[in-house]
């Protein structure tokens, strides 16, 4: 079982930046990704990364202006969002699954809470 917890959102203006975090409670060889979720809207893939850092994965929305990265030895995944835009604004989730594909699809075992990204224009 793996526990999952985001931090490090906060409100800011557009075209500043913000970097994500997302503690697990253990070590895993899982893949995880970043999720956002708007009011009144779908959960939406926005990256993803395999569990040995080597692959990731982005949203075309978010491509070029987001970076995932991990650090396995902190049991920490991050999202370094730069550039940020009005329409990021959205409950930022991670997810971890051993399957990095289900995690695309938003189909992975564990979640977090989220935390809350607020981009003003």
């Known amino acids: 079982q793996v526990q999952l917890v985001e931090s490090g959102g906060g409100l800011v203006q557009a075209g500043y930046s913000l970097r994500l975090s997302c503690a697990a409670s253990r070590r895993s060889t899982y893949a995880m990704g970043w999720f956002r979720q708007a009011p009144g809207k779908e959960r939406d893939f926005v990256s993803a990364i395999s569990w040995g850092g080597g692959r990731t994965y982005y949203a075309d929305s978010v491509k070029g202006r987001f970076t995932i990265s991990r650090d396995n030895a902190k049991n920490t995944v991050y999202l370094q969002m730069d550039s940020l835009k009005p329409e990021d604004t959205a409950l930022y989730s991670c997810?971890?699954?051993?399957?990095?594909?289900?995690?695309?699809?938003?189909?992975?075992?564990?979640w977090g809470q989220g935390t809350q990204v607020t981009v003003s224009s």
């Open positions: 997810a971890a699954d051993p399957s990095i594909e289900r995690v695309k699809l938003s189909l992975g075992q564990y």
